[in-house]
């Protein structure tokens, strides 16, 4: 694929729900689960009607994980989703560029559709605009895949609507994944309609931003994985039904979730997202598995807690699961 064509294969492709992947690494010598990866995936794609996943993100861990990891993580991702005739999108975020640029040539050369790169850490600048346009101008001079910016918090400082709209300019600057409040990215997508595909991580907002923004893509976090199972895909439902125009049937769905929602927030510690997710998923009967340093395990109690809310939340479970 050309840079060229790139905004044209992500208004057919960057579409649906996406999520983001947790990353399993096996209890004792913390390497990755491979294979735990693999059913995951399968799993996510066949049986919960996920339609793309984000690999070796914040969620995936990637800040413990070696280059070599991150890679093989890309090659398992784009073999399990070749099968089902999902997607992916690889984070290719790092404060080196040359790293950067390496992960973003082997997520093409591998066959992921898309990759997304993090606006780098630069809270000791001022003006940065001149300077972040020309970040994503070069990354994308080097390959051909189409690529999706990242604004967050997380960066010291948030890309303005107007600065996002100068970048997506560039050809194979195809999407953003906008972490900032509503009415930046209700913004943002005026701005580039047809030109910037604009999303954003928070479920609870998805619906809204379907109906009143005209979105067709979630991208992406854990929702799509923790908040449905086999016998109950209603983030699938609720979102199959407002892309049709059917409203009112799925706000009626959405709000259904709520205390599915508030289970999984309520009980998840501060400092714990990803090992709270991945007890979650463990209770789901999806694979965990362990947290890498820096990150916590949860104690005992902080288990207990997740537990009694689960089984609480009206959460349904194929009957082989609940039975277990």
Not at 209 to 237: K, V
Not at 270 to 299: C, D, F, I, N
Request: with cysteine; hydrophobic share 40%.
């Amino acid at each position: 694929m050309r840079a060229s064509d790139a905004k044209d294969y992500a208004a057919e492709k960057l579409t649906g729900i996406w999520c983001a992947a947790l990353m399993p690494f096996r209890p004792g010598d913390h390497a990755v689960d491979e294979a735990g990866f693999a059913r995951n995936l399968n799993h996510w794609f066949g049986e919960l009607g996920i339609d793309g996943v984000f690999v070796s993100g914040k969620q995936g861990e990637f800040f413990s994980m070696s280059l070599a990891e991150r890679k093989r993580s890309f090659e398992v991702a784009v073999d399990v989703a070749r099968r089902h005739g999902a997607r992916t999108i690889m984070s290719a975020s790092d404060q080196n560029m040359d790293t950067v640029i390496e992960l973003a040539k082997h997520a093409e050369a591998v066959g992921a559709d898309f990759v997304v790169v993090h606006a780098p850490v630069l809270h000791f600048v001022h003006d940065r605009d001149e300077l972040l346009l020309e970040y994503y101008r070069h990354i994308a001079s080097q390959v051909n895949i189409g690529i999706c910016m990242w604004s967050h918090p997380d960066s010291g400082y948030l890309m303005s609507p107007e600065l996002c709209a100068r970048i997506a300019e560039i050809p194979n600057i195809v999407g953003i994944k906008y972490s900032v409040p509503r009415e930046m990215y209700a913004k943002l997508t005026e701005l580039t309609r047809g030109r910037l595909v604009v999303s954003t991580a928070s479920e609870e907002e998805w619906l809204d931003n379907i109906l009143e923004l005209g979105w067709r893509c979630y991208l992406c976090s854990s929702p799509p994985y923790l908040l449905q199972t086999a016998a109950d895909r209603r983030m699938r439902e609720y979102t199959d039904l407002a892309f049709a125009g059917r409203a009112a049937e799925a706000k009626a769905v959405w709000q259904s979730l709520e205390p599915v929602r508030h289970a999984l927030k309520s009980t998840r510690p501060g400092g714990k997202p990803q090992s709270h997710q991945k007890y979650w998923q463990q209770l789901l009967g999806q694979v965990g598995g362990a947290v890498r340093r820096p990150m916590l395990e949860l104690t005992e109690a902080e288990k207990a807690a997740t537990r009694a809310a689960f089984q609480a939340c009206g959460l349904k479970l194929p009957t082989r699961a609940a039975a277990e």
